[in-house]
């Protein structure tokens, strides 16, 4: 028997089924990234304000978080880092927290 058989895992075994639907997510919050990246430049069709900045460097920057927050997760459980992978499940949630606060404002006003 070889020593990487008969070693334990230090998976918990929610990780996996977490990570494929993060990757679900992920992959469709990308889409909804690339739409809102095509309008983006809209913002600035009254004039340039920190606020339109704030909101353009937000929307260009949502899918590299989520790509890094995919990597990190999938490298995580691929080197057994618990750790790792669930701080990339939560840097995927924070800007899917942002788009529900979104859609939340446009429900509210």
Request: no cysteine.
């Amino acid at each position: 028997m070889s020593a990487a058989t008969s070693m334990p895992s230090r998976r918990p075994g929610w990780l996996f089924p977490v990570l494929i639907g993060a990757t679900v997510l992920g992959a469709g919050e990308v889409i909804f990234d690339l739409a809102a990246m095509m309008m983006s430049p809209m913002m600035f069709d009254s004039g340039e304000s920190r606020a339109a900045w704030a909101a353009f460097t937000a929307i260009w920057t949502m899918p590299l978080v989520v790509i890094l927050g995919l990597l990190l997760g999938w490298i995580g459980y691929a080197r057994h880092g618990t750790r790792l992978a669930t701080a990339g499940i939560v840097l995927l949630v924070l800007p899917l927290v942002a788009v529900a606060l979104v859609f939340a404002g446009a429900l509210a006003g």
